[in-house]
């Protein structure tokens, strides 16, 4: 019970700093002279891309530290990246280096974030469909090396993705399961085209015999019906075809919305993640 409010407290602790990160009156992060801010060209997108890199507290060059990879850049790796900080410090999970990866423009955002064979745009018949296969491609081939050959990261990946950004993080499971070694899934667009993407998984666990990963989703408990209805929907195909080896979680965040459930929920996933690592 001790450990149970400890932990209760530091999530509290982790929450205020995060919202203490963006500034009152711009909502625009204030990232401490540590974070590392830089570009690089993608050949695969045809464009600039920016990344913001937080290195570990106190962290050794010597040592190789595992990347989470986050989706939504300059608005969710800060509290992520103060969250590994302070659990790492008490010893609830290992030191990690949080590499976010901004939004160009919200066209670019549904662009990256949508599986090919589902709309952008939903409310348009004629609506292109999307690109995540090649953004993957992007991380796999040119942002993952830049990362590893500047940085001391080791091969294990996370990757975590809020509202789209779950969408494409589900999508990156079916697409290329051996990429990341992790993935965080935060109030996850999984209705998008007819639960499309639900029915997708349910293909790609049936024709799965073990699978050794770790997925952890949470959904706000006040999100709208919809969101609920897909994920409830996803939960269930977990629950009867997570092949072996396949460590996952579901969960509903109480009190939380579309708004907040990432930043209330995410010191529970990494609590999960390292319990999974434990076991390993």
Known sequence: MKKLLALVAI???????????????????????????????????????????????????????????????????????????????????????????PNMSGENRQRDMTPPYMRMDIDKKDSPLGGADKFLSFMESELFPFIESKYPASPARLFYGNSRGGLLVMYSLLHKPDLFQARFCFSPAFWRDDNMIVSKTVDFLSAKDTLHTFLYMSMGEKEVDKMKNGFDSMTRVFKEKAPIGLAWYSEYTANADHQDNAQISASSGIGRWSEYLKTR
Not at 56 to 80: A, C, F, I
């Open 11 to 101: 999530m509290l602790l982790t929450a205020a700093i995060s919202i203490a990160l963006f500034d009152y009156f711009t909502g625009e992060p204030d990232y401490p002279e540590s974070v590392i801010q830089t570009k690089l060209h993608s050949t695969i997108l045809g464009e600039e891309r920016e990344v913001i890199i937080h290195l570990p507290r106190n962290h050794d060059s010597t040592k190789k530290y595992p990347v989470m990879y986050v989706l939504d850049g300059s608005s969710e790796d800060g509290h992520v990246a103060n969250k590994f900080d302070i659990l790492s410090t008490a010893g609830y999970t290992p030191p990690v280096i949080v590499v976010g990866i």
